[in-house]
């Protein structure tokens, strides 16, 4: 496993910032949340875009992926979608990052291999990824790769396992486990209060069950990023009194 960290769970922080406590800490990588509160976000200029790959780079850092929020499987317009993820892709492509994380927003599978399949020459000639998340509609193993098969090209698309989501709509670990398979592309750790009180709490003291996935994931060797999402909860703790634990749970299953 590589270790990473989102800018998500650091509300308010600066790029340097943010490679400060990640790097502080341990990690490999820094996952950046793409909105204009952060600083990072599609309507950069290129000279801006290189300012932070460049900021990235000096903190010894890499850019492990780009949350974005474009949902692929909703309904609406084909050209939008595809339009809103190519400018991300871009992006993504400009600052070396390897993927972009989008949600699938709703469960039109059809219509996410079609937006899929508009991005897939851009992904293939620039070496980027679409990451669809264990989310909302299709928050489950199941539901991702179902949309993930419906496409077929694990070279363009992958899957990120957010931990919770899948456990929390009933789904046993070892079974999302298996049904993303060879989908599996990135995965995103945390711990909750239960499975209805998605308040974030520091690894091991919630009910999210980390040991068995710690098990299912030895062997993995992608990216891991404590996505602790102080952003939503801004009266959790800091994210730099969570990466301990975070670091301790990837060494215990690399």
Same mark, same amino acid.
């Given at each position: 496993?590589?270790?990473?960290?989102?800018?998500?769970?650091?509300?308010?922080?600066?790029? $340097?910032?943010?490679?400060?406590?990640?790097?502080?800490?341990?990690?490999?990588? @820094? +996952?950046?949340?793409l909105h204009p509160? %952060?600083?990072? /976000?599609?309507? @950069?200029?290129? #000279?801006?875009? %290189?300012?932070?790959?460049?900021?990235?780079?000096? $903190?010894? @850092?890499?850019?492990? =992926?780009?949350?974005?929020?474009?949902?692929?499987?909703?309904?609406?317009?084909?050209?939008?979608?595809?339009?809103?993820?190519?400018? #991300?892709?871009?992006?993504?492509?400009?600052? $070396?990052?390897?993927?972009?994380?989008?949600?699938?927003?709703?469960?039109?599978? =059809?219509?996410?291999?079609?937006? @899929?399949?508009?991005?897939?020459?851009?992904?293939?000639?620039?070496?980027?990824?679409?990451?669809? +998340?264990? /989310?909302?509609?299709?928050?489950?193993?199941?539901?991702?790769? *179902?949309?993930?098969?419906?496409?077929?090209?694990?070279?363009?698309?992958?899957?990120? *396992?957010?931990?919770? /989501? &899948?456990?929390?709509?009933?789904?046993?670990? =070892?079974?999302?486990?298996n049904k993303l398979?060879? /989908?599996?592309?990135?995965?995103?750790?945390?711990?909750?209060?239960?499975?209805? #009180?998605? %308040?974030?709490?520091?690894? *091991?003291?919630?009910?999210? &069950?980390?040991? %068995?996935?710690?098990?299912?994931?030895?062997?993995?060797?992608?990216?891991?990023?404590?996505?602790?999402?102080?952003?939503?909860?801004?009266?959790?703790?800091?994210? !730099?009194?969570?990466?301990? $634990?975070?670091?301790?749970?990837? !060494?215990?299953?690399?």
């Amino acid at each position: 496993m590589r270790f990473a960290v989102s800018t998500l769970g650091m509300p308010g922080a600066t790029l $340097g910032e943010a490679v400060e406590i990640a790097r502080r800490f341990g990690c490999e990588g @820094l +996952e950046l949340r793409l909105h204009p509160d %952060t600083g990072v /976000h599609a309507g @950069l200029s290129a #000279d801006a875009r %290189t300012a932070v790959r460049e900021r990235v780079a000096d $903190g010894g @850092l890499e850019i492990s =992926a780009l949350a974005g929020y474009v949902r692929i499987a909703r309904p609406g317009s084909d050209r939008q979608v595809a339009e809103a993820l190519l400018a #991300d892709l871009a992006l993504a492509a400009d600052l $070396g990052a390897p993927g972009v994380r989008v949600f699938p927003g709703g469960d039109d599978v =059809a219509a996410a291999a079609r937006r @899929l399949h508009a991005v897939a020459g851009f992904c293939r000639d620039h070496g980027v990824k679409v990451l669809v +998340e264990t /989310h909302d509609a299709l928050a489950t193993g199941a539901g991702v790769a *179902w949309l993930l098969d419906a496409f077929g090209d694990r070279d363009v698309a992958g899957a990120i *396992w957010d931990l919770l /989501h &899948p456990w929390r709509h009933g789904e046993l670990p =070892a079974d999302t486990y298996n049904k993303l398979g060879a /989908h599996l592309a990135y995965v995103q750790t945390k711990d909750a209060v239960s499975a209805t #009180d998605t %308040t974030p709490v520091p690894l *091991w003291t919630g009910s999210v &069950p980390l040991d %068995t996935f710690g098990e299912l994931l030895r062997g993995f060797s992608g990216w891991v990023s404590l996505e602790w999402e102080r952003t939503w909860y801004p009266q959790v703790a800091p994210v !730099e009194e969570i990466l301990p $634990g975070a670091r301790e749970w990837i !060494e215990r299953y690399s």
